[in-house]
Structures are given as structure tokens and as C-alpha cells.
């Protein structure tokens, strides 16, 4: 007889979780004795978990988070920008097509692996930075989640997990640009676990007249201030459309990815009237 409130139901689902935990357990493991090798579209990266497995199925994988029919295109031959790197499994992809790279990437973990998959695939135009992206520069408190260092935020949320919080240096986008003189961005990527709205919030109408194309993973919770419907209008008001995509609710946190595409007209930084 089970206790009062437990079904048989609730028993299975609880064994199943618990088996999946321990296979994902064993794996990751195996990751860490052995090293992770990944490889898709001709580049290969490293890695050291399930979890990065995950992530590059997502930029390589079925679930195309980001939609690489378009954003390759977009990406060869010009400039791309990425916020939040990880450990550069999309750092890999953008510098096999684009002519110039600039990543960011805060923590010193990661930081090392996407100097690793640049290395690993040959790269030499790819400049990795290790700083986080915000609204304002300096240093500021990170947490590193224990769950998944796919998470780390300056936001937790039950969902990233608590961790060990250090201090990471903190650019702003214009001063980025400017520091590495970037002067046209085709693709602006972020990743960044909440930090997208400080970071691009924070852009003036000069700096946001310099790119075209951002594709983001938006996060929305109760720690995050600010809001996808933010975002939108701001970059609304500068010109950019926006189309949404891929929904997801985990736990107290909501996410989806964004593809904004700047409205000008040609051979112009103004905004096309629509």
C-alpha cells in the first residue's frame, strides 16, 4: 500500500526521473573522464557535459533555435557580434562564415572553451572577450549556477539554480564596438540569460543605426526587471521589426527567441517610414 497522497502514478514518474538523473549522472561523467567531441556542418567543438550536447543541438541540431537558413546568409561575409558565447559552439559557426567575429563571454570556464573551439577549428578571425555585455561598465556580482553553466546569470531564478557568485568586468555595447572598432554589425547574437535588455535597452539611436539583424533568446521572470514587450518597442522605435519564436516555459522562467530585422533605407541609418 503506497502512503496516503502518493499514487502508483506519481511513484513511476518519480522512478523514471530519478533513472534519467542517474544515466544523465553517468554521462557526464564519462564527459569528464573522456572529453566531449561534437561536430556538424564540417566544424568541430568540445565540451564537457549533457548539457553541452544539448546546447549545440540547438544551434546545430532539429530544434534550429536560430533559424540558420537565415542567419548563415546573413552572416558570411560580414561582421557578427555575439553576446554570450558559452563555450562557442555558435562563436564556431559565425567564424566559418563571416569575415570578423567579436564574442563575449564572462566566465573564465567558458571563456576558455570558446578559446579552445576557435583554436580547435582553425579560426583566426575571431576576437574573444572575457566580459560580460551590460548597460553600464565596471564589475559586478555573477552568479555561477551549480545546475548548469549554460545558466549563469546576473539573474537567478529558481530554474538557473543558486551557485557561487564572483565578480565579472562589464562593458556596454557602444563602448565594445567602438574599443574594437566595430563599425557595422550584420548580426548581433545574444544569449545571455536576462542581460539582453541592459544590453541593448542601453543602445542609442547612433549605436542601433550601426546593425542590422539581432537574433536573441529573450527570458522573462520576476528577477528579471524588464520585459520582452521592452525590448520590442524599443527597437521598434529605432527602425526594427520583430518575429517571435519557439516558446518555452521552465519553471518560473519564460523564454523565446527573437529575429529583429532593422527597417532602413538604403544607404541610410534612418529608419524606413512604414
Same mark, same amino acid.
Given at each position: 500500500m503506497t502512503p496516503k497522497g502518493i499514487t502508483p502514478r506519481r511513484v513511476v514518474n518519480h522512478a523514471r526521473w530519478r533513472a534519467m538523473q542517474l544515466r544523465k549522472a553517468a554521462l557526464n561523467a564519462y564527459y569528464r573522464r573522456a572529453g566531449l567531441e561534437l561536430s556538424a556542418r564540417g566544424l568541430r567543438a568540445c565540451g564537457v557535459s549533457t548539457s553541452d550536447k544539448h546546447v549545440f543541438g540547438e544551434i546545430f541540431g532539429d530544434e534550429?533555435?536560430?533559424?540558420?537558413? #537565415?542567419? /548563415?546568409?546573413?552572416? &558570411?561575409?560580414?561582421?557578427? /557580434?555575439? #553576446?554570450?558565447?558559452?563555450?562557442?559552439? !555558435?562563436? +564556431?559557426?559565425a567564424g566559418s562564415a563571416a569575415d570578423r567575429v567579436v564574442v563575449f563571454e564572462p566566465t573564465e570556464r567558458n571563456y576558455e572553451y570558446v578559446l579552445r573551439n576557435v583554436a580547435l577549428n582553425g579560426l583566426t578571425n575571431v576576437t574573444a572577450v572575457q566580459a560580460a555585455v551590460?548597460?553600464?561598465? @565596471? #564589475?559586478?556580482?555573477?552568479?555561477? =549556477?551549480?545546475?548548469?553553466?549554460? &545558466?549563469?546569470? !546576473? !539573474? =537567478?531564478?529558481?530554474?538557473?539554480?543558486?551557485g557561487t557568485t564572483v565578480e565579472v568586468r562589464c562593458v556596454t555595447l557602444p563602448e565594445a564596438l567602438e574599443e574594437?572598432? /566595430?563599425?557595422?554589425?550584420?548580426?548581433l547574437k545574444?544569449?545571455?540569460? @536576462?542581460?539582453?535588455?541592459?544590453?541593448?535597452?542601453?543602445?542609442?539611436?547612433? +549605436?542601433l543605426a550601426r546593425?542590422?539583424?539581432? #537574433?536573441?533568446?529573450?527570458?522573462?521572470?520576476?528577477?528579471?526587471p524588464h520585459t520582452r514587450s521592452d525590448l520590442i518597442s524599443h527597437l521598434a522605435r529605432h527602425g526594427f521589426t520583430a518575429e517571435l519564436y519557439d516558446e518555452?516555459? &521552465?519553471?518560473?522562467?519564460?523564454?523565446c527567441m527573437a529575429f529583429f530585422s532593422a527597417q532602413r533605407d538604403r544607404g541610410s541609418g534612418t529608419p524606413r517610414e512604414r
Open positions: 534550429d533555435a536560430y533559424r540558420l537558413d #537565415v542567419v /548563415v546568409p546573413l552572416m &558570411r561575409g560580414g561582421t557578427v /557580434v555575439e #553576446v554570450g558565447a558559452h563555450k562557442g559552439y !555558435f562563436t +564556431v559557426l551590460s548597460d553600464t561598465a @565596471g #564589475v559586478k556580482p555573477f552568479t555561477l =549556477s551549480a545546475v548548469n553553466d549554460a &545558466r549563469h546569470t !546576473f !539573474f =537567478s531564478t529558481r530554474y538557473s539554480g543558486s574594437h572598432g /566595430v563599425e557595422h554589425v550584420d548580426l545574444l544569449d545571455c540569460e @536576462g542581460s539582453e535588455y541592459d544590453a541593448l535597452l542601453s543602445c542609442d539611436a547612433p +549605436v546593425i542590422d539583424h539581432i #537574433v536573441a533568446e529573450l527570458h522573462e521572470s520576476r528577477t528579471i518555452h516555459v &521552465r519553471g518560473d522562467l519564460r523564454t
